[in-house]
């Protein structure tokens, strides 16, 4: 829930039920605005080999405390935040901010499309989610005949 709005937010007002995402980003460098916003390197200070700027992430990602607080402050909130509707409960939105994308991100890196037979390794919530994304991307829903198999084991 947004409790204060900066006097640069726009797109946010007190009150609104909101997501913070994983991975942080500026929302304007060319990374961000290609939708790349794990290699933003505007909001990390130490650049870009020092990983996604994320909270509870070490300094060399940037200066953004772990979540387990009552308040948090949001850079960049307009990349940063994505409004919840009323329809989605906080169990429903809960993965929704880093092990579904996670999940998912797998499923788009390993290619997945129509048809494919994907195997994932392990089957811890992550890639509880990759099997679902895998499968909302086209994969076939069993293991016949495939144009070619797809692993994600991250």
């Known amino acids: 829930m947004v409790e204060e709005v900066g006097q640069d937010v726009r797109?946010?007002?007190r009150g609104d039920r909101v997501l913070l995402s994983a991975?942080?980003?500026?929302?304007?460098?060319?990374?961000?605005?290609?939708?790349?916003?794990?290699?933003?390197?505007?909001?990390?200070?130490?650049?870009?080999?020092?990983?996604?700027?994320s909270?509870?992430?070490?300094v060399q990602q940037g200066p953004f405390k772990g979540l387990q607080?009552?308040?948090?402050?949001v850079?960049?909130?307009?990349?940063?935040?994505?409004?919840l509707p009323?329809?989605?409960s906080d169990a429903q939105a809960i993965p929704l901010s880093d092990i579904y994308?996670?999940?998912?991100?797998?499923?788009?890196?390993?290619?997945v499309s129509d048809g494919d037979v994907v195997a994932v390794w392990g089957c811890g919530?992550?890639?509880?989610?990759?099997?679902?994304?895998?499968?909302?991307?086209?994969?076939?829903?069993?293991?016949?005949?495939a144009s070619r198999a797809r692993l994600i084991t991250s």
């Open 11 to 13: 797109n946010f007002k």
């Open 86 to 88: 009323d329809s989605i």
């Open 101 to 111: 994308p996670t999940g998912y991100f797998g499923a788009v890196i390993a290619e």
């Open 125 to 145: 919530s992550v890639r509880q989610f990759a099997i679902l994304s895998s499968f909302q991307r086209g994969a076939a829903n069993r293991c016949s005949v």
């Open 75 to 83: 850079p960049c909130a307009h990349p940063n935040l994505f409004r």
């Open 23 to 53: 991975v942080l980003g500026c929302g304007s460098c060319a990374y961000c605005r290609s939708g790349y916003f794990a290699q933003c390197d505007d909001i990390i200070p130490n650049g870009s080999r020092s990983g996604p700027a």
């Open 69 to 73: 607080a009552e308040y948090a402050r």
């Open 55 to 58: 909270y509870g992430s070490p």
